[in-house]
């Protein structure tokens, strides 16, 4: 399966310090992207990061992507309640032709106020 | 634009009764994903479309799951007939294809109860 595996299943930390979160895939990639779903809603796109980038910030968020070790991370800097949430990374198929993506089975964060 | 439409929003219904989801992707958007959420297998993606063709249902489950996309602004997924096993949260996502990456766009998703 091309499905990645985030890591840790769960965090919990307290407001103000930073999250990171890890993700590995199995295959070879065109881009990498991560996603965020609260509670009872969909997923909501926060960013993506091309096979031949190696960190990318947006906002408070920092990616980072290892091609070698088929890993990235997503680093929330200064947490804030709000960003309690699943957060889930997701690789094409770097196949020509195919615009699905796989979803990794995502990360619980709970930022405690 | 108001986003990708999802309805109903919840369906509480008996087994062997026949289910109908839908979804308006976003306007201009040309692929539209139609994906199931449950807590043991995370979300899966059960079938996707490109220009209204179905590209890949590998992912659908069995014979009794049935997809349509009759025009760009509109999908239907079909469950005849249903089984509690179908209980999960189905999302509809859409984005427009191109080779620049395909960020998707998820519908609020239909909460699914079959009893």
């Known amino acids: 399966s091309q499905q990645g595996e985030e890591d840790p299943q769960a965090l919990s930390i307290q407001e103000g310090e930073n999250a990171t979160m890890n993700c590995s895939y199995k295959t070879s990639i065109n881009n990498l992207q991560w996603y965020r779903q609260n509670s009872g809603r969909g997923l909501v796109h926060l960013i993506l990061i091309r096979s031949n980038e190696r960190e990318k910030h947006s906002g408070r968020l920092r990616v980072t992507l290892d091609t070698s070790k088929k890993s990235s991370s997503l680093l929330i800097t200064a947490s804030r309640a709000a960003d309690t949430a699943s957060y889930f990374c997701a690789t094409d198929a770097d196949q020509t032709g195919a615009n699905n993506l796989f979803f990794g089975t995502g990360t619980r964060l709970t930022v405690i106020p | 634009d108001a986003g990708v439409i999802q309805s109903p929003r919840h369906e509480v219904t008996e087994m062997g009764q026949e289910v109908t989801l839908r979804c308006k992707p976003i306007s201009g958007h040309n692929s539209l994903f139609w994906y199931r959420q449950t807590m043991m297998r995370g979300l899966e993606l059960l079938i996707y479309?490109?220009?209204?063709?179905?590209?890949?249902d590998s992912g659908m489950p069995e014979d009794r799951f049935s997809a349509k996309m009759p025009n760009a602004s509109f999908s239907t997924l079909k469950i005849q007939p249903s089984e509690p096993r179908d209980s999960a949260v189905y999302f509809c996502?859409?984005?427009?294809?191109?080779?620049?990456?395909?960020?998707?766009?998820f519908g609020p998703g239909t909460r699914l109860t079959v009893t």
């Open positions: 479309f490109n220009n209204n063709v179905p590209i890949d």
């Open positions: 996502a859409s984005s427009f294809l191109s080779g620049s990456g395909y960020e998707q766009y």
